[in-house]
């Protein structure tokens, strides 16, 4: 589990993204029990976890892109450890419909000109040019992972980003249902835990582009699921609360 939960390929992922990870491989007896565990006694998350307030009002949510990144959400996590390259934060920008993501490690007085050319470097050169929506809570999310990136590689985290960035984007996303590189191409990539062949598939041309716009679909179904789950639970926790103001203000 250590392997799974502190190494460079894997950056402190929680429980559930964790055991999704591993149980395709790996089994034994009160295994996500176990998982659930081993998480909640790792200092480096205790550290970083965010504590979430109650939901001001009932939860609103952006409509579901139609196309892979399309529509983004992007934040900037500041005021980091300097590195030897002289890097201080790290730019998150995450496609909304994949829940694909790049953590590029910058420095927090770059000027917006030197901003805009690692844009179209990273982001425009890739996937065209998408346009930017409301911050979600996978962005939290990151901040978290990504804070347990710093306090464990210090100075040097940096160096280690492209490798958090991986973890992330090869694990599995509980609001698609799967990890966020399979959303995007359709298939997981190698990593040390999964050491097998991922399933090889030579598909060619219209089989290729129908096993594309199927994935979309599925992602897209699997989306609207989780934020339905999402809003619901939300909504819910809100009622209780305006039910005690209401007989307060009585």
């Known amino acids: 589990m250590d392997e799974a939960h502190k190494t460079r390929y894997f950056v402190h992922p929680g429980a559930d993204k964790m055991y999704h990870d591993l149980r395709d491989m790996y089994w034994w007896s009160g295994m996500k029990r176990g998982i659930a565990t081993y998480v909640s006694k790792c200092l480096t998350c205790s550290k970083v976890k965010a504590e979430h307030e109650r939901p001001s009002g009932l939860l609103q949510q952006p409509e579901i892109p139609e196309w892979k990144w399309d529509k983004i959400t992007m934040d900037f996590i500041t005021k980091l450890p300097k590195t030897k390259s002289g890097h201080d934060a790290i730019w998150v920008i995450v496609d909304r419909l994949t829940k694909s993501a790049y953590f590029l490690a910058i420095q927090e007085d770059y000027k917006m000109e030197k901003l805009a050319r690692i844009y179209i470097d990273e982001i425009v050169a890739g996937h065209g040019m998408p346009t930017d929506g409301p911050n979600e809570r996978i962005i939290q999310i990151l901040q978290d992972m ?56 030579r598909l060619m041309g219209p089989e290729l582009v129908q096993e594309t716009t199927d994935k979309v679909v599925l992602t897209k179904e699997k989306l609207k699921a989780a934020r339905d789950r999402q809003k619901s639970y939300a909504n819910n926790r809100l009622k209780p609360l305006e039910l005690k103001l209401v007989i307060k203000c009585y």
Do not use: T
């Not at 973890?167 to 590189?181: L, W």
């Open 146 to 201: 990504l804070k347990a990136c710093v306090i464990d590689f210090g100075d040097s985290w940096d160096v280690h980003l492209p490798l958090a960035e991986f973890s992330y984007n090869n694990s599995y996303h509980s609001s698609i249902q799967c990890a966020p590189f399979e959303a995007l191409y359709g298939r997981k990539c190698r990593s040390p835990v999964l050491w097998a062949e991922i399933r090889e598939s």
